[in-house]
């Protein structure tokens, strides 16, 4: 185990490593070694700071709970890429830190005679990724025209060509687009009805209270009695004209003039009928029950 003061140094060190989010097990372990530190006396600081290592896609990583990793700023597809691409760019420029003396920390990027490997974003054995490799800028350009094609589909209701669009797509992505369209004919099929119109009316509660038998239990006659008791009903009801003590509300009262959607209506009805036609195809006859068959021929 580590001299006191030399834990204390690699402590610093290892946390001004991390303190950018997490980093690469291997990546860790591979500059503490260049460093001088033994991986034991690494592993008995990370024990002792609280450093935490989590899995994803195969892949070990050390975070420092105290540090917020960075997220996707929301739970939208193309934002998730993004912030990956972002992820997997910081990921692949690891700063390796030297320590000359424990009072001292001092910082240098890799320098270019270390030894690249790259052989991918999530390579799992590699000491370091050079983003300027060209596989890894072929994968960073894949994840980016993945990103762009996700929203082309997810805009294809604003999209000048769509039928262009669904030329193109695969089944998932025909299935994501029928229902977006689905979600726009229904949408004007209320902007065909016209603007939904309100009229000011009055909500008037009453309350009326009646006279009533109850039941009690009587202690002393050691039985249940009839007692008298006063029962409230609430009734509320619209009015047209104002009452005293009534709120004022707006309620529907029909629509304005229609908005003539059929052009638009049209449209995306001969879309949906060559989605399915595309999703047909992509339906192999021997893999599908005879009945199943049947119902797609319809």
Known sequence: MARPNKQHEIGIWLKGLLAAGRRKAEDVLAAANQTGYSERSLRSVKAELGIISEQENEVWYWRDPSIEQAKPASQDRLDILTHKVDEAIRLSKPTVPIAPGAASLVWRSVPDQVEHKPIGILGRKSRAIDIRDPEVQAQ??????????????????????????????????????????????????????????????????????????????????????????????????????????????????????EEDVTFEVGKWETFIDRAKERQRGFLKPDSVPAEAQRVFAA
Do not use: C
């Open 140 to 257: 960073l350009a894949q994840v980016r025209e993945a990103a762009d094609r996700f929203d082309a589909v997810q805009g294809v209701v604003a999209s000048p060509d769509p039928f262009k669009l669904l030329d193109s797509a695969n089944a998932d992505e025909i299935d994501r687009m029928m229902l977006l369209v689905h979600e726009q004919l229904a949408e004007l099929e209320t902007r065909g009805k016209g603007k939904l119109k309100y009229r000011k009316a009055w909500e008037v509660t009453k309350q009326i209270e009646k006279q009533v038998t109850g039941r009690e239990w009587s202690t002393k006659q050691g039985k249940w009695i009839d007692v008298p008791a006063v029962q409230t009903e609430t009734t509320v009801y619209i009015s047209d004209v104002p009452v005293e003590g009534a709120k004022p509300v707006d309620v529907p009262d029909g629509y304005d003039s």
